[in-house]
Nanobody, 123 residues
């Protein structure tokens, strides 16, 4: 398994969760990483991305100011800190690895995908 996501769960609106994604060093070290999500009956959508060195972190408008993406190069781990969660954030969240140093919302730029972790926000 090259990407392993965890940290999902059930939380009340306004609460917080932190998602983690452990990657193999081969695909983590020099590549951009991203988080996407897919709600029931909806298409997968971009949440956030981070460049290979953490210097660039684009976000979807819907999560700006609430979510923070980060990466730990020492442990090859990608994080998504989610604060101020809303019911509309309910989805399966996927981590993904690109094969380029910088990437954004285009899912076709990501070659490797994790298995997803469920986030459910109750109202």
């Amino acid at each position: 398994v090259q990407l392993q996501a965890s940290g999902g769960g059930l939380v009340q609106a306004g609460g917080s969760l932190r998602l983690s994604c452990v990657a193999s060093r081969r695909i983590f070290s020099n590549n951009a990483m991203g988080w996407f999500r897919q709600a029931p009956g909806k298409e997968r959508e971009f949440v956030a991305a981070i460049s290979w060195n953490g210097g660039s972190t684009p976000y979807a408008d819907s999560v700006k100011g609430r979510f923070t993406i980060s990466r730990d190069r020492a442990t090859d781990t990608l994080y998504l800190q989610m604060n101020g969660l809303k019911p509309e954030d309910t989805a399966v969240y996927f981590c993904a690895a690109a094969i380029r140093a910088f990437s954004g919302s285009d899912s076709t730029q990501y070659k490797y995908w994790g298995q997803g972790t469920q986030v459910t926000v109750s109202s």
